[in-house]
């Protein structure tokens, strides 16, 4: 600045100086002596200027610092940005919170001949249409039956078996019976009931026990500010450290009495009829499910370690992914098949995982590698928890939709335009609803 100021300074006296030399002058001859002088200084001045000024390796080198400070930062508010959406997408919203313990309050005081659920010789008819769903978000749980039965032709043939945590068992049965789903039926189990899911049977929950693991976890060690705890983050959230996320690899032992059932994952809308589910032909496949391959990060070497001379001679990298979130599994080819221990010779492997992250798409893909049959793309419409360009006729089109994202309906972050689809099916005037404001 000071350089500048000088060379300011400069051209203001030699531009007064040459002014005063020309005076009233209209030709050669009437300029004075040493006119010729202070316009060669005149001259001097503003060839330094020009080299000062309009250095062109300079101007360059200060754009492209410009440009790397803004790229740095841009790329820190990304980091941020991600860090935070993460980190909303782990919380329950107040009102939810709310309705849940309340729920579990008046459950707790209703005495034990009120809590049974009508319907109970249905839970093991293979005849009937069976859905399975684990969740701890008693609101969420609720939009999946309640879309899935109002658009469903026959609902007294429809089974919903839902599984939650000991925190929220209460809250869904009382959920359940203030809110009975028509001539359908609904159970509702606790997760830490199953005694046989311990961890000298199941591999998570033994991992889980492990110090390697409660110090990857709960350990504070790790980064967690803004800019560099977003990529540990996703990995680190407390759905991965729940059993009701990995409940899907032990269908068979949950229902053994079933051929068939549904998975729904509790962001999902249904906006058509599903029976015709039951009877797609899987081609003695274990797993009906979309692929979404469509681009290139969604095949198999986005999901795993191929540097992993395991994954590298077992699986094709360039092998399609396909969606948890609706898929239908045959039981029956299932145990023929042995896709629990196929799971659990996987998940042991990956102790201190090296083969994948956390999570349970990978393991999935790996399980199901060669026994999925792919489903017709309008079945399941994906994306609408994280991307903003969905076509709105495939919405209109598809059978169920899918929030998978961080942007789930339930959270403040949910994208406007998607919403409505999932509040349509919320009982707003509902007491516990509007005591506990939901959704304000």
Known sequence: MKKKSG???????????????????????????????KIKSMGQVLSKAKE???DCKLVTGKLRAILQS??????CLKRQSTFLSQLAAKTIPNGIHCLSMRLAIDYYLLPPEKRKFPGSENLENPSLFHYALFSDNVLAASVVVNSTIMNTKEPGKHVFHLVTDKLNFG??????LLNPPGKATIHVENVDEFKWLNSSYCPVLRQLESASMKEYYFKGSHSTSLSAGSSNLKYRNPKYLSMLNHLRFYLPQIYPKLDKILFLDDDIVVR?????????????????????????????????????????KNFDPNACGWAYGMNIFDLKEWNKRDVTGIYHKW?????????WKLGTLPPGIMTFYGLTHPLNKSWHVLGLG?????????????????????MKPWLQLAMAKYKSYWTKYIKFDHPYIRSCKVGE
């Not at 400069?10 to 300029?31: V, Y």
């Not at 803004?70 to 790329?75: G, H, K, L, M, T």
């Not at 809250?171 to 359940?176: D, K, L, V």
């Not at 495939?394 to 929030?403: D, F, P, R, S």
């Open 7 to 37: 060379l300011a300074q400069e051209l203001q006296k030699q531009l007064k100086e040459s002014r005063h030399a020309l005076g009233e002058a209209i030709s050669d001859a009437d300029r004075s002596r040493s006119a010729h002088e």
């Open 52 to 54: 000062k000024l309009y």
């Open 70 to 75: 803004a790229d740095e930062q841009v790329r």
């Open 171 to 176: 809250a869904m049965n009382m959920w359940s």
């Open 272 to 312: 058509k009829d599903l029976t015709g589910l039951w009877s797609v032909n899987l081609h003695e496949k274990v797993n009906g499910a979309v692929e979404t391959c469509d681009q290139s990060f969604h095949r198999f070497d986005k999901y795993l370690n191929f540097s992993n001379p395991h994954i590298a």
């Open 347 to 355: 998940q042991n492997m990956n102790e201190d995982r090296v083969l």
């Open 386 to 406: 994280y991307s903003p360009s969905i076509d709105k006729s495939e919405i209109g089109n598809a059978a169920a939709i899918h929030y998978n994202g961080n």
